[in-house]
């Protein structure tokens, strides 16, 4: 660990008091201009912005607008804390069921901004009318940070800019040398498509949440000095999203078995504890009783570190066989029925939703093939095995030794550099069982990246200047391919159009009551509470079990069930309208996967039968009326009684 009296402390400040705005800058404009290039965001119109968010996006961001929009500020939370939207007929406190604190505060930042701009007459928007041709009509398009979702995204990429002088920072930090810094910051640049997808999808949970991981783990590798510092990282990381937990419980694991093998002390494992539990109460505090934090596989570990610390079961002797059955032991306990479903022939609804979706699978094949090609995985797998021996010559020097300041200095080995490698290790196994979460290996191989530059790793490469010069050749080697990534990036372009649900969503606006219930697929229904204000029975928050239970029910309608007893259930959730898709009944992802294959698991005896979807696309009757279709959506109206017309 650096101190920070020395040299390279310095050249830290200096970097930040002159290329750190020029790295924000850049790294705004490059996935900004990503955005833009893709959907060609400048030129639609607010509605297609609000399509634009689509699923969970969409669903955010309602709550965003419900704030902007409403008589003032704390009459926008009250309406957000007392919700009959979002899962009608229930009132809930989305404050406590979502992680919506981005949106509360970049609502009041607008609101703020608005009022600052109107009282000194100060022009935030430029609008224009946009000729859209193929017979639709012209939509008038706003651009500047007077616009809302202009204002909302332009944060959404100055936060992920910030991130990026973090990668920098933390690269530094973690190899000792400024070099190390520019690996990270490259290896983030030639593997982008691999690391984030904040150019694409703004609103997701990650965009606000995963830079103030960056930011904790880099407080931790600094431990180890800024522990209320650390906690407010800790704090800002779970608030905006639902998974910081699952994340956190990879962080407690890794410091555990750091610990394990020695490389901690009690005393400082404690204190880390102590403030993720700290920082675990306030964040329980802030989202209102959220019964998912205390209940969490995170919580639980804190617990059961905490305890296996007190109890002196761990002794300096523990060998590697030990060590692994103790983090087996660690996990057993924590086996979802997601995992559990990856390794065997369990299936149920639930499980099915989630694996049959293609970011829910094992990692792809072509990922490891493209960490390849930019050099990224040669290099990472150099350095761990780089650590690993140097952990071996470790366990061999100490010999039982105490580990005192004289004994540290032989080891050439930090707990650092250690934490790293297991946290390394947990991010590899979730990304390889879940493809998804390779946004959390990719960037965290490029932080590992820089320890190439390390001359605690790499100090029998005779002289620094040596050393220098073979970490720009593999530089120079990996820009080979991460310019040909970049470049086919800058490539893509695009405009976001989507006429059928235009039509579909101003069908409601013009033709429906503003209390009108509807039900349908998840990601729909997010655009219909975002851009019509209608109350929706089902959303796409898929992680919550009452919603869960929720949405299997409206789903029935792609079962194999009968007309008569898919009505009742909707008429049970009080829906008046339901939005049918053609798409939802045929298309599958895998074999198994389509909506009525996964219905066939849970419901055997209508295996059968026809699929309902297809027999109300072309015959809605005697329970539903057909009352909008086009080539996408069919909205059905719900009869109460066979009497009613």
Not at 115 to 123: E, H, L
């Amino acid at each position: 660990m650096l101190d920070p009296s020395t040299p390279s402390r310095k050249r830290l400040r200096d970097f930040c008091n002159s290329d750190f705005n020029l790295i924000l800058i850049y790294i705004r404009y490059h996935i900004s201009s990503l955005f833009e290039n893709d959907r060609h965001f400048s030129h639609l119109s607010t509605l297609e912005r609000e399509m634009a968010f689509r699923t969970e996006m969409g669903l955010y961001y309602s709550f965003f607008k419900i704030i902007i929009e409403a008589p003032s500020f704390t009459e926008g939370l009250r309406k957000i804390m007392n919700d009959r939207l979002t899962e009608y007929p229930l009132v809930i406190n989305t404050l406590k069921r979502f992680n919506l604190y981005p949106e509360v505060v970049l609502a009041s930042w607008y609101r703020s901004f608005i009022s600052i701009t109107d009282a000194f007459g100060i022009s935030i928007k430029m609008c224009w009318s946009v000729n859209r041709g193929h017979g639709l009509n012209p939509v008038e398009s706003c651009e500047g940070m007077g616009d809302p979702a202009y204002f909302y995204v332009t944060f959404v990429f100055i936060l992920n800019g910030l991130m990026m002088s973090l990668f920098f920072l933390y690269g530094t930090y973690l190899s000792g040398s400024r070099l190390g810094g520019v690996v990270t910051a490259s290896c983030f640049f030639f593997n982008h498509g691999e690391c984030t997808r904040v150019m694409w999808t703004p609103p997701l949970r990650e965009s606000f949440s995963y830079p103030f991981l960056i930011l904790q783990m880099l407080l931790l590798t600094h431990i180890l000095r800024t522990m209320v510092a650390f906690g407010v990282a800790n704090i800002l990381f779970m608030l905006p999203w639902q998974f910081a937990q699952f994340v956190l419980l990879t962080q407690i694991a890794s410091l555990f078995a750091t610990y394990i093998l020695g490389f901690i002390d009690s005393s400082k494992l404690l204190e880390i504890l102590y403030a993720h539990m700290i920082s675990l109460l306030l964040c329980f505090a802030l989202m209102f009783g959220n019964a998912m934090l205390l209940s969490s596989y995170y919580a639980s570990s804190l617990v059961i570190v905490w305890v296996s610390d007190l109890i002196p079961i761990l002794h300096s002797d523990t060998s590697l066989c030990d060590f692994s059955a103790c983090i087996f032991l660690f996990f057993q306990a924590h086996i979802s029925n997601l995992l559990k479903s990856k390794f065997t022939n369990y299936k149920d609804f639930d499980t099915l939703m989630y694996s049959c979706a293609v970011e829910f699978d094992f990692m792809e094949k072509e990922t490891p093939l493209r960490y390849t090609k930019t050099l990224l995985l040669p290099v990472t797998l150099c350095i761990f095995c780089a650590i690993v021996s140097k952990v071996n010559m470790s366990h061999s020097k100490l010999n039982h030794q105490p580990l005192t300041d004289s004994v540290r200095k032989c080891v050439f080995v930090s707990l650092q550099v250690v934490y790293h490698a297991f946290q390394l290790l947990a991010f590899a196994v979730l990304a390889i069982l879940i493809m998804r979460l390779k946004l959390f290996l990719t960037p965290h191989m490029c932080v590992m990246a820089s320890l190439i530059c390390s001359r605690q790793l790499f100090g029998w490469i005779t002289t620094k200047w040596r050393h220098q010069i073979i970490v720009c050749g593999i530089l120079a080697a990996m820009a080979i391919q991460g310019t040909i990534n970049l470049r086919a990036q800058w490539s893509i372009m695009g405009e976001f159009s989507n006429f059928p649900q235009e039509e579909l969503l101003e069908w409601i606006k013009e033709n429906t009551k503003q209390n009108a219930v509807f039900a349908g697929a998840m990601p729909t229904m997010a655009s219909v509470k975002l851009s019509t204000g209608r109350p929706v029975v089902n959303h796409p928050h898929y992680e919550d079990a009452g919603l869960r239970a929720r949405t299997k029910q409206v789903y029935a309608m792609y079962s194999r069930k009968t007309a008569e007893d898919v009505r009742n259930r909707l008429v049970s959730l009080g829906v008046n309208y339901f939005i049918l898709e053609d798409s939802w009944c045929t298309r599958k992802t895998k074999p198994g996967c389509s909506m009525p294959e996964i219905w066939d698991v849970e419901d055997p005896q209508n295996a059968n039968r026809i699929p309902l979807c297809t027999i109300l696309s072309k015959a809605p009757g005697p329970f539903f009326i057909t009352m909008f279709q086009n080539d996408i959506y069919t909205v059905l109206k719900v009869k109460k009684n066979l009497r009613w017309q």
